[in-house]
């Protein structure tokens, strides 16, 4: 499965991008997708995630008031919301597949497949 990440940019701070992942495959073993993002210095922190199936989401507490995620399953596509953005949400945002425990969807180590990472800069 190859994942391709695309429509990160620049952005002045309190516009909006949309982030789509499209899978090149689906197989019944893989359940979720989710976005990650890594800032220089920092970890990489889960952002998102989403089971295929269209039931569980869930968008980490930092973001969820401004970010969204959903699916376009027919394209085995998912998107990645973001609104009002801040400087802070600048970064290389990664989308990822796997079949992770809903409980542990934050741990990265459990997805298996890695798009190429988009690059997100907010401009103040």
């Known amino acids: 499965v190859q994942l391709q990440a695309s429509g990160g940019g620049l952005v002045l701070a309190g516009g909006s991008l949309r982030l789509s992942c499209t899978a090149s495959?689906?197989?019944?073993?893989?359940?979720?997708m989710a976005w990650f993002r890594q800032s220089p210095g920092k970890e990489r922190e889960f952002v998102a995630a989403?089971?295929?199936?269209?039931?569980?989401?869930n968008v980490a507490d930092a973001v969820k008031d401004r970010f969204t995620i959903s699916r376009d399953s027919p394209k085995n596509t998912m998107y990645l919301q973001m609104n009002r953005m801040k400087p802070e949400d600048t970064a290389v945002y990664y989308c990822?597949?796997?079949?992770?425990?809903?409980?542990?969807?934050?741990?990265?180590?459990?997805?298996?497949?890695w798009g190429q990472g988009t690059l997100v800069t907010v401009s103040s």
């Open positions: 990822a597949t796997g079949s992770p425990p809903w409980g542990s969807r934050q741990d990265a180590s459990l997805y298996y497949y």
């Open positions: 495959a689906r197989t019944l073993s893989i359940s979720t």
């Open positions: 989403k089971r295929w199936s269209g039931g569980n989401e």
